[in-house]
């Protein structure tokens, strides 16, 4: 069973930074595209926002509102994926997942959240005005 376990949210002010990451138990982490999500009250963890996702060779997507304020990156040695986040908004605040996706692997980035094979727990980020 494959496990992610994130850490690094928190509280912070509007303009602050928060780097998140998510160790992977997984040995094919390589075969992975990664995925970081964002779930606010109300929704689903399958209603989950997409914000950036990265491919085993390093590919990367983000949302839109994200752009140029978070930065993914993979570190396969560690089988670990981190999510820089600066320049926070308050309405960045919401629980943050991590997600893998083991189909065609890890050369497919989709932003779906039903793509995706296996989720941590979720880290709360918090940003106050």
């Known amino acids: 069973q494959v496990q992610l376990v994130e850490s690094g949210g928190g509280s912070v002010q509007a303009g602050g930074s928060l780097r998140l990451s998510c160790v992977v138990s997984?040995?094919?982490?390589?075969?992975?595209?990664m995925g970081w999500f964002r779930q606010t009250p109300g929704k689903e963890r399958e209603e989950s926002e997409f914000?950036?996702?990265?491919?085993?060779?390093?590919?990367?997507d983000y949302a839109d509102f994200v752009k140029g304020r978070f930065t993914i990156s993979r570190d396969n040695a560690k089988t670990t994926v981190y999510l820089q986040m600066n320049s926070l908004k308050p309405e960045d605040t919401a629980v943050y997942y991590c997600a893998a996706d083991q189909a065609f692997r890890g050369t497919v980035l989709v932003s779906s959240p039903t793509a995706y094979d296996y989720w941590g727990q979720g880290t709360q980020v918090t940003v106050s005005s």
């Open positions: 997984e040995r094919t982490f390589d075969k992975l595209v």
């Open positions: 914000v950036a996702g990265i491919t085993s060779s390093g590919g990367k």
